[in-house]
């Protein structure tokens, strides 16, 4: 047998025992492609990973997972998210540990109880923590609890530096990450975390770049993660320099990690800074509310061309330039801020970023401000990737959830599901429609006889694309408590090629 035809059938094999039905032909000789066209099939295992929440003893941390149903999902599986500890001590913390569970003698073994259990698909649920103690977490589902798992990490504290409203979706391992937005400057207590899952130590690369190009610095090169376990790094630590505004690029030179920047100010509360979306020449940065008194854009392009972008906010009524800041102009590798102030006056609003003339990669983010004296708190709104298939938000509560739906190219049609909520309530859907160029704030559909927190799914009808994101406020209404969370498509479903059997391939 040729090697030719023993490549084929391995390839063959392969995909049968991923996907259960896979099967390959020879072409046809035709010339035509006559393949069908590739299906999409739900996930069967997704990863997450939540970095440890605070250093404050005031801190009060709820973690509420959710996978939403999907169509053709094995109905077996489970999902677990449990402890990051490093692999020599007890309970080494992975994703797939039985932890709490009792043996024989109904003793619990020596590995900690997980913060939160999930639930089957469709209904959330919460676990909570408090202190300063909490640990970064792990987590794995499989089966047909993977397809768009959801676990969204929401913590309040108090008073101190970074008191407020502080959330982050807890995000899958990866080996590239960007982040504009972070600082160095007086006042501000920035943080880099990053979370390692596998069996072998992660070696981690980080670059700050400020206005004046990158940073030297050594001690953020070859920063080794031990298996299981996470790492939160000083960003004043790894340069003695004062920025205002600095870009954090993650890269990890061996194994995978999550990663997160926790920003902290002195007089305006904190929160999470998620990843922004990859490098690209078109950027929408979706829902600032519309009572910010203060937004901060920064910008960054990791090549080696100058950037000119056009700036415009998508309102409620259409497309509009705010006026003074047509364009910004991006010096590469350099970071630029930009004060863009109260933008949204009053009303929703998405920032959409396009080039003025040739096309070069960049990454953004906003920082966002509400309120006013002593009682601003602020958040981040990076570049996101739009809705596309499906998205989630998890631990909505009622009448403090804000949805935005921004459609900055053409009208789309989104269908908005509310799940039951973690103690009870039944699910509501509404669809909505966009219009292009425009940003709604919409009232989002909630459980009828809601019971505790509940998530959003987002799905795209038509049209399109759809970028979203989710604003949740504190629970003290004079307060300006707040944390936004943008609504990128969950990855639920893989593309996966289509084959017909052709035995005839077995004789050539």
Request: net charge negative.
């Amino acid at each position: 047998m040729k090697r030719t035809t023993l490549s084929l059938i391995a390839c063959a094999t392969a995909l049968a025992a991923v996907t259960g039905f896979a099967a390959v032909s020879a072409p046809d000789g035709s010339g035509t492609d006559t393949a069908a066209p590739a299906a999409r099939l739900p996930v069967e295992r997704t990863s997450l990973l939540c970095p440890a929440p605070s250093t404050s003893d005031l801190a009060e941390t709820a973690y509420t997972s959710f996978t939403p149903v999907t169509k053709g999902a094995d109905e077996k599986g489970g999902a677990a998210l449990a402890a990051a500890e490093p692999a020599d001590a007890p309970g080494d913390g992975k994703a797939d540990d039985k932890s709490g569970e009792k043996d024989e003698k109904g003793e619990k073994g020596g590995k900690e109880e997980p913060v939160v259990r999930p639930k089957a698909p469709g209904t959330p649920v919460t676990g909570k923590t408090s202190g300063a103690d909490t640990p970064a977490l792990i987590g794995t589902a499989e089966g047909g609890s993977a397809p768009g798992w959801t676990v969204q990490q929401t913590t309040e504290v108090a008073a101190g530096t970074g008191r407020g409203l502080q959330g982050v979706n807890c995000a899958a391992p990866d080996t590239e990450f960007w982040f504009p937005g972070a600082s160095t400057a007086a006042g501000r207590t920035d943080y880099v975390h990053l979370t390692n899952p596998d069996d072998s130590a992660a070696v981690v690369d980080i670059e700050l770049y400020g206005k004046d190009g990158a940073l030297k610095s050594t001690v953020g090169e070859g920063v080794t993660v031990p298996p299981h376990s996470g790492e939160s790094l000083l960003l004043s630590t790894l340069s003695d320099v004062k920025q205002t505004d600095l870009t954090v690029h993650v890269s990890v030179r061996s194994g995978r990690v999550g990663a997160a920047v926790q920003a902290l100010d002195d007089k305006t509360g904190g929160d999470w800074l998620p990843a922004a979306a990859d490098p690209a020449s078109d950027l929408v940065l979706p829902g600032i509310p519309k009572d910010a008194t203060a937004v901060r854009l920064v910008l960054f392009t990791p090549g080696g061309t100058d950037a000119d972008l056009k700036v415009r906010l998508a309102s409620p009524s259409g497309l509009i330039t705010p006026a003074g800041h047509e364009t910004v102009h991006v010096k590469a590798g350099m970071t630029t801020g930009v004060d863009l102030g109260e933008v949204t006056r009053g009303e929703a609003g998405s920032l959409v970023l396009t080039p003025t003339d040739r096309s070069v990669p960049v990454v953004a983010a906003v920082r966002v401000v509400r309120g006013k004296g002593d009682e601003q708190e602020s958040a981040f709104i990076p570049a996101a990737d739009p809705v596309g298939a499906r998205a989630t938000a998890a631990d909505n509560r009622a009448e403090h959830t804000t949805l935005a739906l921004s459609a900055p190219g053409g009208t789309a049609k989104v269908r908005v599901t509310a799940s039951a909520g973690t103690e009870g309530g039944s699910t509501a859907t509404e669809t909505y429609t966009v219009k292009a160029g425009t940003t709604q704030n919409v009232d989002a559909p909630v459980p009828a006889g809601l019971k505790g927190s509940y998530a959003l799914t987002v799905e795209t009808v038509s049209g399109g694309p759809v970028h979203a994101s989710r604003m949740l406020t504190g629970s003290d209404d004079d307060v300006a408590s707040f944390t936004v969370q943008t609504l990128p498509d969950d990855r639920g479903t893989v593309s996966v090629p289509n084959a017909e059997e052709d035995l005839s391939v077995l004789q050539q």
